[in-house]
Nanobody, 125 residues
Framework: QVQLVESGGGLVQTGGSLRLSCAAS?????????MGWFRQAPGAEREFVAA????????YYADSGKDRFTISRDNTKNTVNLQMNSLKPEDAAVYYC?????????????????WGQGTQVTVSS
């Protein structure tokens, strides 16, 4: 089992920045998992935001976050981060961290093995 705990959410003004973090624990080899961020706004379906393979190589982003969001990971600390800049009101949502052995599961949001509880991001206009 892998436990994921998100942090860093909060209230920010339009154009501001937030850095979300996800701490993984429970399995000593969490660094073999691909990690990702998803978000869900009220009344909307959960959607993919960003993904990073276990190696920290190529990263993947939804069009909504390209050029504004940056995903990174530190396997020595079992953490994955999402730096969000130039935030817009439409970025407001609960942001979830996810992990799976398959990067494709993260990028396609298919049968992901582990989810965090989420952290709220609110963007004021």
């Amino acid at each position: 089992q892998v436990q994921l705990v998100e942090s860093g959410g909060g209230l920010v003004q339009t154009g501001g920045s937030l850095r979300l973090s996800c701490a993984a624990s429970g399995r000593t080899f969490t660094n073999v998992y691909a990690m990702g961020w998803f978000r869900q706004a009220p009344g909307a379906e959960r959607e993919f935001v960003a993904a990073i393979p276990w190696s920290g190589g190529n990263t993947y982003y939804a069009d909504s976050g390209k050029d504004r969001f940056t995903i990174s990971r530190d396997n020595t600390k079992n953490t994955v981060n999402l730096q969000m800049n130039s935030l817009k009101p439409e970025d407001a949502a609960v942001y979830y961290c996810a992990a799976d052995r398959l990067l494709s599961a993260i990028t396609t949001m298919a049968q992901i093995s582990y989810w965090g509880q989420g952290t709220q991001v609110t963007v004021s206009s």
